[in-house]
């Protein structure tokens, strides 16, 4: 089965795998289906359809909230939390936190997102002062992109 891997960078640019939560599906394949039916109820799961998305968290539209903003993009490769977000980590696991609620109404007829795991693998790695940014691996099926990128080039 799939999983969703987080990873940390420290200090010396070192990145540390912190977390694996099994079913990635859970995770981005949830958060972009989500919000396919809140910002284009007419539109089928698709590729095709998730490009719209994917165009809205790269806009300077404010169309998406500012915590979906965050969220889809934790979605998308080479992702990396920005400096603001790093400062403020806290804000950060609340915006996970916040998506999670906002979309929790019928979880009894759906599958449990891996949200809530993510944002706890999180919030526990957060109170290490070694570790300056987080980064995302959605999805096992591929290797993790972060593995072989100069991550000083990030930062």
């Known amino acids: 089965m799939s999983y969703t891997e ?3 960078i420290t200090k010396k ?3 540390i795998k912190i977390g694996e ?9 949830w958060i972009w289906n989500k919000l396919l039916n809140k910002y284009f109820p007419n539109k089928v ?8 998305l994917w165009h809205l968290a790269n806009s300077e539209s404010n169309t998406l909230n500012l915590f979906e903003k965050v969220v889809l993009k934790s979605t998308f490769d080479y992702y990396i939390c920005d400096n603001q977000q790093a400062l403020a980590l ?4 609340d915006e996970f936190n916040l998506f999670y609620s906002k979309f929790d109404e019928n979880l009894k007829l ?4 891996n949200l809530k795991e993510q944002s706890e693998i999180l919030l526990k790695k957060s109170k290490y002062n070694k570790y300056i940014r987080f980064v995302f ?3 096992s099926i591929n290797e993790c992109l972060w593995k072989n990128v100069n991550l000083e080039r990030y930062i």
Do not use: D
Request: glycine share 2%; aromatic share 8%.
């Open 45 to 52: 799961a698709s590729l095709e359809n998730y490009q719209l």
């Open 6 to 8: 987080i990873y940390a």
């Open 13 to 15: 640019h070192n990145l």
């Open 137 to 139: 691996n959605q999805t």
């Open 110 to 113: 759906s599958l449990n997102p």
């Open 90 to 93: 806290s804000h950060y696991l």
């Open 21 to 29: 939560i099994k079913n990635s599906l859970l995770g981005c394949k």
